[in-house]
DNA sequence: GTGAAAGCGCTAACAA
DNA sequence: TTGTTAGCGCTTTCAC
């Protein structure tokens, strides 16, 4: 059996499709008991509004696209449940995307979102280049971007201070004694891992220091092993590790295991981000911490002030919070 | 500026909108010249079909709604990345739905599902008992669920074979010369502890030998940590350790730690999934590993199946397979 | 307090 | 080959 409608209602409760509409959306449109009457067999019929008729017509979709990198990393889950929480509140459901591949991907995307009609979109770590990235933006009646950030007319933005994070892990471990250290810095293309390092220049200017070395790699375990292993082999004197994210520092963790370094006696080890996983390896990571429910949050009703033509506030900056655990 | 549509299209270039929604759609329609002058301005316009119009004509979203309990619960994102994997080859697109709270949020989620009127649902773990929960489903006209079943004419069903699993787990911690087990057997009310705890009693009952005592915890670290404080500290002699997930098996290692209990010297441990975390910390958790991508994969071909007609395969079992690391 | 008409953007069916 | 008509389910507008 197909899905009950209005006019179904309608012709069992003896009344028009337009009373019925009325009625089940609370805006008067009859007397008490047909009221209860309608109720009833909206209920008996199981009715569901059909959300495309609605959105057809009122052109809102109900509905909010999340674009992510890979929902593979710890980071993100957390985001998405922040940003959920906000939007079921307020009526709106996630079309959840992943863009694990290419930048090619990221615009397939837009044009599907674009196609459903999405009432805006929040985009996490875009890596499009900022013309495309612009123009995409444009298509969508509102939108927000997490680590990234364009004219304020064009998305709001939520960011992280890389720049401050980065800064803190460096003097954090200058304080702990560590003369020589190194970067483990993510990918290179990256803005995050760009602002990182420059926070890191600052520091070391002020110190008249400089960093060891420096190494790219993927932001994964497996990019922070290999990254690791090829800094510390090159130069064993390294004292300290700076690394661009916990994944990377877990998998530096696993070289110095592998090449019998103690942390954190021999090598201080800092990661960033703030991921449950960092609790868990040994020793415990050492790390900036990033709160990604709040950060979903705060991009949700961002999002939600843009849908609603508000604009008071274009730009919000999160701050990461030094933890020091066990392996600094 | 709003959204182009076909009749912008028609109108600028000279023909009726008909003729533009068959050139689009790639359905003959006009002459070369004129399709290619059609395609030109829809590109120039930027036109994007209107979804939901689309779905409100045909009766189909283009969009599968996803369940799971918990998306920061990292045996789920690997499940979703399958699923959208096949997803996006075949035009669909996820909606995707978190419950962490309650069964209450499992049935005011369906109704959001059955409005936005999706083409089909991927439950993951539904906790809804067994009437409310077939009631659901059978108002989608395609479903699958992983982790649990119904009959297969109400929904397909991908299912991890935890009874072979657990047996599986026990077998190994017997022949490395354990003998006496507890089993932290994750939340009470799960099927999928149930299943374990089967598995375990008929390799028992062969074995002419019982477990030492079974304890029911959360399924993650925290509750896996306090399951097994329990346990060790009234059971002292415990020498093997069978935990519901690798969550609760981390938890674990962190009492054993706590409590100076050597693992695997004292303790055997051995948890189930397979998720990363396994890898990652120390020792190195020996579990039963699970494809997660695969079912992914697997559910989302399977709702394909349902959703055009066909109803070849009505169940899938997944076994897990033994990965013998280090902590057993 | 209640209903009829019209239209959101698209396409299936039919007509020219 | 191309266009016209009608309708998917809902809601806004206006008339009763």
Same sequence: chains 1, 2.
Wanted: a positive charge; glycine letters at 10%; charged letters at 25%.
């Amino acid at each position: 059996m197909s899905k009950a409608k209005l006019s179904d209602i309608a012709r069992a409760a003896g009344v028009s499709p337009m009373t019925v509409s009325r009625v089940l959306n609370g805006r008067g449109g009859a007397g008490p008991e047909t009221s209860e009457r309608i109720k009833q067999i909206a209920h008996e019929l199981r009715y569901r509004p059909n959300a495309l008729a609605r959105g057809l017509k009122s052109d809102k979709s109900g509905i909010v696209g999340v674009i992510v990198p890979d929902i593979a990393n710890p980071f993100f889950p957390e985001i998405i449940r922040g940003i959920e929480n906000v939007a079921l509140q307020h009526g709106y459901n996630l079309l959840l995307c992943n863009v694990v591949e290419s930048p090619d991907r990221e615009i397939d995307l837009m044009r599907i979102l674009e196609s459903q009609r999405v009432d805006g979109v929040i985009w996490c770590s875009a890596r499009l280049s900022e013309k495309p990235l612009v123009k995409a933006l444009q298509s969508f009646k509102a939108a927000v971007l997490v680590n990234r950030t364009v004219e304020p007319q064009i998305a709001g933005s939520i960011m992280i201070d890389y720049r401050s994070g980065a800064a803190d892990a460096l003097k954090h471990l200058w304080n702990l004694g560590r003369r020589r250290i190194g970067v483990i810095a993510g990918p290179a293309a990256s803005r995050g891992s760009m602002e990182r390092l420059e926070g890191l220049r600052t520091v070391f200017a002020d110190l008249g220091a400089e960093a060891v070395a420096t190494v790219y790699c993927t932001p994964d375990v497996n990019g922070g092993a290999l990254a690791s292993r090829e800094l510390l082999e090159a130069h064993g004197q390294v004292d300290g590790l700076i690394c661009y994210n916990d994944l990377n520092a877990v998998g530096a963790l696993q070289t110095c295991e592998a090449l019998g370094i103690r942390v954190p006696d021999d090598l201080g080890i800092i990661g960033f981000d703030g991921i449950p996983l960092a609790e868990f390896v040994r020793p415990k990571l050492s790390t900036l911490h990033v709160d990604k429910y709040s950060i979903g949050q705060l991009g949700m009703r961002m999002l939600l002030e843009r849908i609603e033509g508000k604009f008071v506030q274009h730009s919000i900056v999160v701050r990461p919070q030094l933890i020091a655990r066990n392996s600094t």
